[in-house]
């Protein structure tokens, strides 16, 4: 009899069956399966009433509403957000509120303390590997503008072109693996791009200064010393 009045129990949950399964762009952070549903069959689902509700989406028939919804909801209590706002704020507390946007900046800021001391040793050790050419150059009347030149091309060209390779090294891996996982989020915008290149520049300019100060250094008659 108890198992009967078991079964009886069970079967009258309620029960939800899965019209569609669909195909997101962008996964959730920490892979979390998301069910849509409506809200009356939701409290059905939900044991509790009390604090489950993240949000609730609504569509307004035109765009023009927008404000009038917006102050009929904050009237309320509550805050109304548009898709934009929504994206934003939601970005803002994983980067402000929680370890990964310390992390992320950690690692940007680790990448550019490489970045410029590797493009500094570079130039660096050009430098001191034809130091006998550059001193001979000036011995026979090169001015130290030129060398500056020369440098300040070198720099510049070297790189734009690691920039581009590793643009395009990082759209590469990005779309292998974009192929392996479909739900693999990761995108390269213009604001990326931007400050990478920005960051790029710094370099190119810091370690340019390096190879050049000890260029303009170089003395004419080092040349015939030893």
Do not use: C, W
Not at 15 to 20: N, P
Not at 85 to 94: L, N, R, V
């Amino acid at each position: 009899m108890e198992h009967k009045l078991g079964r009886q129990h069970i079967d009258k949950r309620p029960q939800g069956v899965i019209v569609s399964v669909a195909r997101v762009g962008v996964s959730s952070l920490f892979g979390m399966p998301t069910l849509d549903t409506t809200y009356n069959r939701a409290i059905q689902y939900i044991p509790s009433m009390r604090f489950t509700i993240s949000y609730i989406l609504i569509e307004p028939k035109n765009i023009e509403a927008m404000p009038y919804i917006k102050e009929q909801i904050k009237s309320l209590g509550y805050e109304a957000l548009t898709k934009e706002e929504f994206i934003q704020k939601i970005s803002a507390y994983y980067k402000y509120k929680t370890g990964l946007g310390m992390n992320v900046m950690i690692i940007t800021i680790i990448s550019f303390i490489v970045g410029l001391s590797i493009s500094g040793q570079t130039f660096y050790t050009f430098i001191l590997e034809n130091l006998v050419k550059f001193d001979a150059l000036k011995a026979i009347g090169a001015k130290g503008e030129e060398f500056v030149y020369m440098i300040l091309f070198q720099a510049p060209f070297t790189a734009l072109t690691g920039y581009g390779i590793g643009v395009g090294l990082a759209s590469l891996l990005i779309a292998l693996a974009k192929l392996k996982l479909p739900s693999y989020a990761a995108i390269i915008t213009y604001a990326n791009l931007t400050f990478a290149f920005v960051m790029v520049l710094i370099i190119t300019a810091i370690s340019s200064y390096i190879g050049v100060r000890k260029v303009i250094r170089i003395k004419p008659f080092d040349i015939f010393r030893g």
